[in-house]
């Protein structure tokens, strides 16, 4: 049990590293100090002010995208499965029940890793095809960028061609280390290690029943019925429980 005094010099130490872009490498303070501040954003019971608070990160941490071909109402890319966290899930719920929610009913159910013929446009793609849930978009969306937009376009318009390495590589790497702190931000906040949801089915899920996230902050699954992508490599998860060992006797 901390003290009140080690619980103020945690404060203290966290908010120098709060303000800045996200540190990666043999120091762990940054990374722990973000996730507390994700874990109490959680048990405050708001997964979209955690999620912000993470995607707001990735962002400002991301190295420079001069040079990106990506742009407001460029959406090939918008076609693929986007797997998410429940977090990840109830942020994109929580926007889209202030405005006009898509009709997900009458959108075909998506499995994780169908392939490319199956493909279709994200139905959060508003008429100009800029994404209307742009500010509670998931973790996966900020990390997808491309600067070669004729790749994009034969890629996505489903060319036999391999997938070009669209992401560079540093971006992947402050991607994987974020999605590993959002999965230690859920077992931190009680919810168990999460598997991957395909978006829209858990979106759909959450729209359609009531309460849903205050029922998943009590502790009730209320995405059971939704499919769960595949485990996270072991390597992952154990570098998932690192940090959910580094930071639980601080919480
Ligand atoms: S959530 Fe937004 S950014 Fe992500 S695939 Fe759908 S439309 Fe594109």
């Known amino acids: 049990m901390l003290s009140l005094t080690d619980r103020q010099a945690i404060a203290r130490r966290d908010a120098e590293y709060l303000a800045l872009p996200l540190q990666l490498g043999r120091d762990p303070a940054s990374v722990t100090a973000h996730l507390r501040e994700m874990v109490r954003r959680l048990k405050a019971g708001s997964c979209r002010q955690a999620v912000t608070w993470l995607t707001d990160l990735f962002d400002r941490s991301a190295p420079p995208t001069e040079g990106m071909a990506c742009a407001r109402g460029c959406a090939f890319c918008c076609v693929q499965t986007v797997v998410v966290t429940p ?143 595949p485990s996270l490599p072991p390597a992952v998860q154990q570098e998932i429980r690192q940090m959910v060992a580094l930071v639980a006797p601080t919480l």
Not at 178 to 200: F, S, Y
Not at 201 to 229: C, F, Q, S, Y
């Open 87 to 229: 977090a990840e899930a109830f942020a994109v719920a929580a926007q889209l029940r202030e405005q006009t929610a898509p009709a997900l009913r009458d959108y075909p159910v998506r499995r994780l890793g169908e392939p490319r013929s199956d493909w279709r446009p994200c139905p959060f793609l508003a008429a100009d095809k800029a994404c209307a849930v742009y500010d509670s978009r998931p973790l996966a969306c900020h990390g997808f960028i491309s600067f070669d937009l004729a790749a994009c376009i034969g890629f996505f318009g489903g060319s036999d061609a391999a997938a070009p390495d669209f992401t560079p590589p540093e971006r992947q790497r402050l991607l994987l280390a974020c999605r590993k702190m959002l999965c230690a931000a859920h077992i931190l906040a009680g919810h168990g290690e999460p598997q991957g949801h395909e978006l829209t089915g858990a979106v759909a899920a959450i729209l359609a029943t009531p309460d849903a996230e205050a029922r998943w902050h009590r502790g009730e699954n209320v995405l059971k019925a939704v499919p769960m992508g």
